[in-house]
């Protein structure tokens, strides 16, 4: 808002205010037996009032020089206690030199002391309020900005501080991811040297886009689902027919947004537990639903499930946890549950549902 603008802004309360003291005191009037004209009512209560408008940087000058609070208050009390006198003062010497222009032009001349005299009586007292009003409203305006000041600072610190907790959460998955993916390869070379160099082809392929992740909170689970086919074709060179996959993204909810990297240490941990350690064949399922609220992620196996004794949660499934909890707070939620008596793990995330706009 330019000076200008503001100027008028002010000016136009202060005629607003002027408009309906004049129409009290012309309805008044009426009421009493003395009735004035329309016109004498509006010019007495606009001459009252632009009087405070002109002398109004006093207290905001004041007010914002000079708060209330903190160790200086009762200096700054007493000395806003002062200023409201001389406000009244220079009030009355401003109105009385207003009111003489105007018996003149009414025909009813009174000299200057007499109408000083008159108003100093009559509206010092109220003149002080005045004061204290305007001063009150701006003390209360400034009380507000600085509030909500304080709250953008704070939260700017607050998203700032969950950008960092997310950053580092993001580099830890990504060398925990990386060096899983370099142990399996060790351990293929010592049996197949040729699926150890297609997993290594295929490692490259991915490395790229992993790296990525600081740069990356939120995708769309299709990108997601895309990323996790590529690490799944490198478990497939390494476990042959043993591993199964059943993929179950329905197309709504490809647009739905998730934390980058989120499915891959589920699903790693599911092959971890429930294909490596045997010869017989496995399945790993990932699904996906959603509703209007939420979008519910589960990536389930066949394996001896989350109860058994020699299962402890790893560095990815803490990393998951931590991630949903900084992004969505009490509405990210991963659980890790059997679906039998004999296992069959279901790791399932809720979080809520978020479209990516295109």
């Known amino acids: 808002m330019t000076f200008l603008s503001r100027c008028l802004s002010i000016l136009g309360i202060w005629t607003l205010i002027g408009l309906s003291f004049a129409g009290q005191f012309f309805i008044a009037s009426s009421q009493l037996g003395r009735p004035v004209s329309w016109k004498l009512a509006l010019v007495h209560s606009l001459s009252d009032w632009y009087v405070f408008a002109l002398l109004s940087p006093l207290p905001i000058w004041l007010a914002r020089k000079y708060g209330l609070e903190g160790k200086h208050w009762k200096i700054n009390t007493g000395l806003h206690l002062t200023a409201g006198l001389l406000f009244s003062i220079l009030y009355v010497l401003i109105r009385a030199g207003i009111a003489l222009a105007q018996s003149r032009w009414e025909g009813t001349e009174v ?9 100093l009586i009559k509206t010092w007292h109220f003149n002080w309020l005045i004061y204290w009003v305007i001063a009150g409203v701006k003390l209360a305006l400034g009380y507000y900005q600085e509030s909500q ?6 939260a700017e610190l607050e998203r700032s501080l969950i950008e960092a907790r997310l950053l580092a959460l993001q580099m830890q998955l990504n060398p925990h991811f990386l060096f899983n993916t370099l142990n399996s390869v060790s351990s293929l070379m010592r049996k197949d040297v040729k699926k150890a160099d297609q997993v290594m082809v295929k490692l490259s392929d991915i490395i790229r886009a992993a790296l990525q992740a600081p740069e990356k909170r939120m ?12 690490y799944l074709d490198i478990e497939k060179i390494r476990f042959g027919e043993r591993l199964s996959i059943d993929l179950n993204i329905p197309i709504p909810c490809n647009q739905a947004l998730v934390p980058y990297l989120i499915l891959q240490p589920l699903v790693e941990n599911a092959i971890r537990y429930a294909i490596e350690p045997f010869s017989r064949p496995g399945l790993v399922s990932i699904s996906a639903v959603s509703d209007q609220d939420h979008l519910i992620l589960e990536v389930k196996d066949t394996g001896p499930g989350f109860n058994q004794q020699q299962w402890r949660p790893g560095i990815g499934l803490k ?4 991630r949903l909890k900084q992004h969505f707070g009490l ?4 659980t890790l549950t059997d679906l039998t ?8 995330i809720q979080m809520p549902r978020i479209i990516h706009q295109l």
Do not use: M, W
């Open 111 to 119: 000299n200057y002391s007499t109408a000083f005299q008159l108003l």
């Open 149 to 154: 000041e304080k709250a953008a600072h704070n």
């Open 219 to 230: 995708v769309p689970l299709s990108q997601e689902i895309e990323f996790l086919r590529q």
């Open 319 to 322: 990393n998951c946890q931590d």
């Open 331 to 334: 509405e990210g939620e991963l």
């Open 341 to 348: 008596e004999q296992g069959q793990g279901c790791a399932r």
